[in-house]
């Protein structure tokens, strides 16, 4: 089993303090989910644990199985085994989808361990026909005029390509049709297990529809201010944020850009 610990994470970008004091454990075979309005930190979450160069740490600490994640450079990140797929993928050209997978694959094995091409290309078509994606994007450049769904399919084709540790999927959901959104979550519950973990950040109840979260957590003012079961979706879903405000006292989520 690994852990991936977050504890009283302060991230400041350009000196004004977004996320102040995240505590957070996630364990592999756990799925975990992030809600929140809009503005309070999510995103900046996922930015700080991938080590985005603008994101600034100033106090508290991420550990992976005890490790120093903030120590890390963000290739080595990747190689420890965290992934994040981004709310806005970016496009990257003159890199093929397939090429950069299979740079991802190899980064994480030893020098003198890389995937054989043969075994690649067969795990890619595998993988691509699950998650029924037409092979010529493997060809494409990397998001290069993909769609908005066809982006997020594609990061998922990345998550089981790549097998990390543990996934921050950020809004993995935003812009999908209905049957994009079964495939995407048929993508994760495939890698759902021992040797993965999960955190998702999302608005929506819809996407908790298809993969059951173990724990769900509220995120406000750049704190995680309530987690519970599935059943903590389900309520928001039905009653939107204002209890929670009330029943924690917190003002309006604005207060975030005043700080
Ligand atoms: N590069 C940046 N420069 C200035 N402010 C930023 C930057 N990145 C984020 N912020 C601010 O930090 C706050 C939190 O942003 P973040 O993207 O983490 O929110 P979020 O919870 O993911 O929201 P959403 O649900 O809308 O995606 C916002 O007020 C945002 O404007
Ligand atoms: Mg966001």
Redo the contacts with the bound molecule.
Sequence with gaps: MSTLVIKDLHVS??D?E?LKGVNLTLNTNEIHAIM????????????AIMGHP??IVTSGSITLDGEDVLEMEVDERAKAGLFLAM?YPSEISGVTNADFLRSAINARREEGDEISIMKFIRELDKKMDFLEMPEEMGQRYLNEGFSGGEKKRNEILQLTMIKPKFAVL??IDSGLDIDALKVVSKGINEMRGEGFGCLM?T?YQRLLNYITPDYVHV?MQ?KVVKSGGSELAQRLEAEGYDWIKQELGIEDAEE??EA
């Design positions: 970008i350009e004004k977004i929140g309005p809009n503005g309070t930190g999510k995103s900046t979450l996922a930015s603008k994101y709310q950020d809004e950040i608005h995120m750049g975030i850009t």
